[in-house]
């Protein structure tokens, strides 16, 4: 039977760390490829982030940014032939740059960690996926990370030809 340490992506890992910039966070993933990352105070794990999170952020500083330029016409949705929308957009777009340049990783990042052990079996490890709809699992061996499983992983796990899932 396939367990957690047969398929996890093992240390070292792309982190992040709860005092990172949202910015510095997005260039790792760019740079790194990947979709989101544990968050690491020192060895001890304290949150998961991803780049959904970001996004998130991004559309509810665009939010607030609307209703403190056009409350008028955030609230009700009509345009007053006086507003510039060019003008509104450049100043929400400041808003929204200045707001995002404040959040830090543990801000924004998920505390509630989903975690198994690498002797978890894989079949636990996807049930644990689709249990918390999350994209990925973090695999944790005496506290300590030890790796990571994604959606993704399971995903080539079932086209190898040489694994039997069951």
Request: hydrophobic share 50%.
């Amino acid at each position: 039977m396939l367990r957690a340490r047969d398929v996890m992506q093992g240390v070292p890992l792309v982190t992040a760390t709860p005092e990172m910039t949202l910015a510095d966070l997005e260039r790792r993933l760019l740079e790194h490829h990947v979709g989101g990352v544990p968050v690491l105070d020192g060895e001890r794990v304290v949150g998961v982030i991803a780049r959904s999170d970001i996004v998130k952020q991004i559309s509810v500083a665009r939010a607030l940014a609307e209703l403190v330029e056009a409350p008028d016409r955030a609230a009700s949705g009509i345009r007053a032939p006086e507003v510039d929308d060019s003008a509104l957009d450049a100043r929400a777009g400041l808003i929204v740059a200045e707001r995002i340049a404040k959040l830090r990783v543990k801000d924004v990042m998920t505390d509630a960690v989903v975690a198994v052990e690498p002797s978890t079996p894989i079949t636990e490890v996807a049930r644990q996926l689709v249990d918390h709809g999350i994209h990925r699992l973090l695999v944790v061996d005496g506290g300590k990370l030890a790796g990571i499983i994604s959606s993704l992983d399971l995903a080539a796990l079932l086209l190898d030809e040489r694994v039997t899932v069951s």
